[in-house]
């Protein structure tokens, strides 16, 4: 499910441990029930986070189940820490993996954030991709690729070009 997921992602990751906490929102009530959990993110990007969390595998199981799929229950509210400032968001789960003795990996898409949160998030999500020898993500990959191929494009066009010129030479001879 992790890999189904990764390969659809839009925005780069980047590899940033930040402290989050997360309680779970009830979809067809609207209401937060008083259950909270902590953990860390593992990666960041604009749209989303990949979260790491310490639980108590059985206790989680049935909570992972409807935090996922068509018949999900709940979406998260999560409070991400910046040093410093906290910023709020309402994110969905896209893919979660357990992972024994006791750890849940959840890959989450950020739904809604607050105009000034927004802000708070694209401009440290910026300050890192900046900073980050660690980029991940299809975005990077494809830029990559794109470069890589105009690098082959270019050396097949100075070889064509060699080509003819030495065919023109032998034609005036």
């Not at 779970?24 to 749209?47: F, H, N, Q, W």
């Not at 080509?163 to 001879?173: I, L, S």
Request: hydrophobic fraction near 35%; include cysteine.
């Amino acid at each position: 499910m992790q890999d189904a997921w990764i390969g659809r992602r839009t925005h780069p990751r980047i590899d940033v441990n930040l402290p989050v906490y997360f309680g779970l929102i009830d979809i067809k009530r609207g209401r937060k029930p008083k259950a909270r959990y902590s953990g860390e993110t593992i990666d960041v990007s604009v749209k989303g986070l990949g979260i790491r969390m310490n639980c108590h595998i059985l206790h989680m199981i049935p909570i992972a189940i409807d935090m996922m799929g068509d018949n999900k229950k709940y979406d998260l509210e999560i409070g991400i820490e910046l040093g410093g400032e906290k910023v709020l968001a309402v994110a969905e789960v896209k893919w979660s993996l357990l992972e024994l003795p006791h750890l849940l990996k959840m890959g989450v898409f950020i739904k809604e954030m607050g105009h000034e949160e927004e802000g708070k998030w694209t401009r440290f999500i910026e300050k890192q991709y900046r900073e980050s020898p660690q980029k991940t993500g299809p975005t990077l990959r494809v830029i990559e690729s794109i470069q890589m191929a105009s690098n082959h494009l270019n050396k097949a066009s100075d070889r064509i070009s060699q080509q003819m010129k030495a065919y023109e030479v032998k034609q005036e001879r």
